[in-house]
């Protein structure tokens, strides 16, 4: 079992730069596919990003493509998100999660992924 936690949420103007991390310990991820999704209050979990096992292939969500970065380490079994030209409409709490198999397929359902971490806050002001 792998536990997921992320890191450095915050308070961003609109227009600002976040990164956020996900440290995973239990085992490696590097077989794994992993993702970040958000939900903003009131409102379903939505997909942001995710990431190939090796890192090669990523897929955004139409919203943040261009702005958003995903990328992993998986010698230090981390998985990032670079965010830029944040927007309100951004804020919410980011989940970091790993994929249920191990192909190397990119899916954006949240049903496609086991583990999920405690999620960090982002916030963006107007």
């Known amino acids: 079992q792998v536990q997921l936690v992320e890191s450095g949420g915050g308070l961003v103007q609109t227009g600002g730069s976040l990164s956020v991390s996900c440290a995973a310990s239990?085992?490696?991820?590097?077989?794994?596919?992993m993702g970040w999704f958000r939900q903003a209050p009131g409102k379903e979990r939505e997909f942001v990003a995710t990431?190939?096992?090796?890192?090669?292939?990523?897929s955004y969500a139409g919203s943040v493509k261009g702005r958003f970065t995903i990328s992993r380490d998986n010698a230090k079994n981390m998985v990032y998100l670079q965010m830029n030209s944040l927007k309100p409409e951004d804020t919410g709490v980011y989940y970091c999660?790993?994929?249920?198999?191990?192909?190397?397929?990119?899916?954006?359902?949240?049903?496609?992924?086991?583990?999920w971490g405690q999620g960090t806050q982002v916030t963006v002001s107007s």
């Open positions: 990431i190939s096992r090796g890192g090669l292939s990523t």
């Open positions: 239990g085992r490696p991820i590097s077989m794994h596919g």
């Open positions: 999660t790993e994929r249920r198999t191990t192909d190397w397929e990119l899916r954006l359902s949240a049903n496609d992924y086991a583990y």
